[in-house]
C-alpha cells in the first residue's frame, strides 16, 4: 500500500507540475492596457474639419469603465469621420479589442458606415492630418457589425492611402473582407490583430486567423500617402499610429490591450 501511494503521490505532484509550467508562458505575457478603463489621457483626439485634439461634440468619452463613441450632440453627422490616437506607436505586436455596437446610426451617417467603425495601424500622427482629411493614411482592420438579416463580416481590411501584398502580388482593392462570422445585436465581439512590421499582418477572432497580407505600404496614386513616403523615405510600412474610429455608429470599446512582441 506504502508503494502506490507513493506512487499516486508522485503522479500528482508531476502533473502539478506539467500544469504549472503550461501557464507560465501565458503568466509572463506582458500585455499593455492601452484604455486604461478610467480616462484617456494617452489618446489624442482627430475629427475632420477640426484641429488635432479638439473634441467635437464630446465624440469620445469614458464612462462607466467603457471607451464611448457618441453622437448626442450632432444634429448631423456631416462626415465629421473621427479618430482617436494612442500616443505611442508601435510595429510588431498584438493587439486585442474587445467591442459592441449599440443604438441607432446619427443622422446623415453613410448607408455604409451603419454599424461600422475599425482600428487603423500603422497611421501617420495626427498631427501629420490635414484639418479637412478623412482617414489617416493608415491599414484599417475594418470593424462590423450585422444589421440583423445579411451576413456581414467583421475584422476586415481597409487601406487608405495604402496598399498590401497577397499571394505575393500587389492587391490593389480598398476594401477585402474576411473569412468570419456575422455578429448581430449589440453582443461583445473580441478580434486581435497579429503585426510583424513589414513582413505581415493577420486578423484573428476566437484563435482562427480569418484574413492575412503582407507588406503594407504607402500608395503612391495617392497624394498625400507620396509626401509621407518620401518623408519616410521609402513605401514600405514598418510601424505606425493605432487609432480607433468614428463613422457615425455608436460604439463601445471595453477592453484595447497590445502585447510588443519581439522580432
Known amino acids: 500500500m506504502k508503494s502506490w501511494s507513493l506512487i499516486i503521490t508522485c503522479c500528482l ?7 504549472a509550467f503550461a501557464k507560465e508562458p501565458a503568466e509572463q505575457e506582458n500585455w499593455i492596457q492601452l484604455f486604461n478603463g478610467k480616462d484617456m489621457s494617452d489618446w489624442t483626439v482627430k475629427i475632420k474639419g477640426y484641429p488635432a485634439g ?102 476586415n481590411l481597409c487601406t487608405p492611402g495604402t496598399n498590401v501584398e497577397m499571394n505575393g502580388k500587389l492587391f490593389l482593392p480598398h476594401c477585402t473582407n474576411s473569412t ?3 455578429y448581430h445585436g449589440e453582443q461583445w465581439v473580441t478580434v486581435e490583430i497579429e503585426v510583424h512590421g513589414n513582413k505581415f499582418i493577420r486578423h484573428i477572432i476566437d484563435g482562427e486567423t480569418v484574413l492575412e497580407y503582407q507588406k503594407p505600404q504607402y500608395d503612391d496614386r495617392d497624394k498625400h500617402a507620396k509626401e509621407l513616403a518620401e518623408k519616410s523615405g521609402g513605401l514600405m510600412l514598418s ?22 512582441l519581439e522580432e
Open 180 to 182: 468570419s462570422k456575422t
Open 239 to 260: 510601424s505606425g499610429t493605432i487609432s480607433l474610429q468614428s463613422e457615425s455608429h455608436p460604439i463601445d470599446f471595453r477592453k484595447v490591450e497590445l502585447l510588443v
Open 54 to 155: 479638439e473634441n467635437y461634440g464630446n465624440t469620445f468619452r469614458v464612462e462607466d469603465g467603457l471607451l464611448k463613441v457618441r453622437y448626442d450632440q450632432y444634429d448631423q453627422f456631416e462626415k465629421r469621420y473621427g479618430h482617436l490616437f494612442y500616443k505611442t506607436p508601435y510595429s510588431n505586436y498584438r493587439l486585442r479589442i474587445e467591442y459592441r455596437f449599440v443604438g441607432d446610426q446619427v443622422a446623415g451617417g453613410e448607408g455604409w458606415a451603419l454599424r461600422n467603425s475599425g482600428a487603423m495601424l500603422h497611421g501617420e500622427s495626427p498631427a501629420e492630418m490635414a484639418v479637412d482629411q478623412d482617414f489617416p493614411v493608415s491599414i484599417e482592420m475594418q470593424l462590423l457589425g450585422g444589421d440583423g438579416k445579411k451576413n456581414r463580416t467583421t475584422a
Open 13 to 19: 505532484c508531476l502533473s502539478t507540475s506539467l500544469t
